[in-house]
């Protein structure tokens, strides 16, 4: 299937400081990519949807000044936590699909990154 | 707007045994269905979909689910299970249909499997 890779998978930094965080989708053009966040032992909160080219879509209750996203290319989707503080640790998981794909919804995921901000 | 119910957020068994993960979703218009697989500290794996047709759906790592619209659940199940089963389940619906929003998916909570020796 197709590859979705994040990057760094791990990520420790400190509170004032802001981090960035990649997705790319390898071996397919990802016209639209979405990042969520996860919380320990919890599901999966869509934060936002980002096609490329235009601006990214949050969901309500999601600060977009704090997290920035960026599509730039059909490849590469970036989020961006800034002036990171320790409740914004958590798992964050990209996932993209292709834009020549079957209308299915299918998506694929990448292996996600841990951020923890002390 | 969708949303999706697990009903068992842990679900214990043993080698072999036969298992079923429970799912129910609500939704105003027509869905895809899917199963999906987290193991610690990775992405998410799809093990299977309902897009159309047979309501019997088989996925990967022997898997299979059934679609009961009448009953809007979409059940997990495998005969018999191996302890590399254990992993977390995420259940997920798409609207059909919804343009850009296309591929949005709504997650339950997961359940959390634990096959024992």
């Known amino acids: 299937g197709a590859v979705v890779s994040q990057h760094p998978s791990w990520v420790i930094c400190k509170s004032g400081t802001s981090v960035k965080i990649e997705c790319r989708s390898l071996d397919f053009q990802a016209t639209t990519m979405f990042w969520y966040r996860q919380f320990p032992k919890q599901s999966l909160m869509l934060m936002a949807t980002s096609n490329e080219g235009s601006k990214a879509t949050y969901e309500q209750g999601v600060e977009k000044d704090k997290f920035l996203i960026n599509h730039a290319s059909l490849t590469l989707s970036t989020l961006t936590v800034t002036s990171a503080h320790p409740e914004d640790s958590s798992f964050y998981i990209c996932?993209?699909?292709?834009?020549?794909?079957?209308?299915?919804?299918?998506?694929?995921f990448g292996e996600g990154s841990r951020l923890t901000v002390l | 707007a969708q949303s999706v119910t697990q009903l068992d957020s842990q679900v214990p068994v043993f080698e072999e045994a036969p298992v079923e993960l429970r799912c129910n979703y609500s939704s105003s218009v027509s869905v895809y269905l899917f199963w999906y697989v987290q193991y610690p500290n990775q992405g998410l794996q799809l093990l299977l979909k309902?897009?159309?047709?047979?309501?019997l759906v088989k996925g990967i790592n022997g898997f299979e689910a059934e679609f009961n619209k009448s009953q809007t659940s979409f059940h997990l199940r495998k005969p018999s299970v191996h302890i590399s089963d254990t992993a977390e389940y995420f259940c997920?619906?798409?609207?059909?249909?919804?343009?850009?929003?296309?591929?949005?998916?709504?997650f339950g909570r997961g359940t959390q499997l634990t096959v024992w020796p």
């Open positions: 309902y897009l159309s047709g047979s309501t």
């Open positions: 996932s993209a699909r292709s834009g020549t794909g079957g209308m299915s919804g299918e998506l694929f």
């Open positions: 997920a619906v798409s609207e059909v249909g919804r343009g850009s929003t296309l591929g949005r998916l709504y």
